[in-house]
């Protein structure tokens, strides 16, 4: 009978786990406030909780990428509608998505869907300008830093996380900054610095 009331008393613990929020700020390797940073968190728990995300555009106008950067959840469909009167051909080689989109105007029919979690770097075949990043996340606890280097997340349920950093600064291939991070339910405020970051 005894044997019961561990697993009940985590089952209450579950029902009952707190949202907490989390404070993050984010520094270049100057020790300077670092905005644009995509700042997420994850662990099973979280990618068991993301849902795809619904209406995300990555447009063309100006020959630039609007915006410069999207974060998504894994399982989004991505839209990338050609707000430029020259044709543009969208593609990119990266692990985490490879895809092209021939030379097109207007909004090609079928949006690309990004299943697999990482960074999602986009080229033009005929501006090669133009560069563009989408960073697949499989979590639905993500935010981005303000003008301060600050973002909070909030609502995130108590528990133990890997936060990481991604910054469109980073090199090519470089991952995310990877840290472990402890939420309980008062919440929790951390400082990180990026290095390496391109000029
Ligand atoms: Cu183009």
Redesign the pocket.
């Known amino acids: 009978m005894t044997r019961t009331w561990p697993a009940l008393a985590w089952l209450c613990w579950g029902a009952l786990a707190q949202a907490a929020t989390l404070q993050v700020t984010v520094r270049d390797e100057q020790g300077r406030p670092l905005p644009e940073a995509v700042v997420f968190l994850e662990s099973p728990e979280a990618a068991r909780a993301a849902k795809p995300l619904s209406g995300v555009e990555m447009a063309?106008k100006d020959?630039t990428f609007v915006p410069e950067a999207v974060v998504v959840t894994r399982g989004t469909s991505v839209q990338f509608p050609?707000r430029?009167t020259?044709?543009?051909?969208?593609y990119s080689f990266s692990p985490a998505k490879r895809f092209e989109l021939k030379l097109y105007i207007g909004t090609p029919a079928n949006p690309v869907s990004f299943d697999q979690a990482g960074v999602v770097v986009l080229g033009?075949?005929?501006?090669d300008e133009?560069i563009g990043w989408i960073l697949v996340v499989d979590t639905p606890y993500f935010g981005r830093s303000t003008g301060n280097g600050q973002v909070r997340l909030n609502d995130v349920p108590e528990g133990s996380y890997r936060l990481r950093v991604w910054h469109s600064r980073l090199p090519v291939g470089a991952p995310a900054l990877d840290l472990p991070q402890r939420l309980e339910a008062a919440g929790a405020s951390t400082t990180v610095t990026l290095r390496g970051l391109t000029p």
Do not use: F
């Open positions: 063309q020959k050609n430029d020259v044709r543009h051909h969208v033009c075949n005929i501006h133009m």
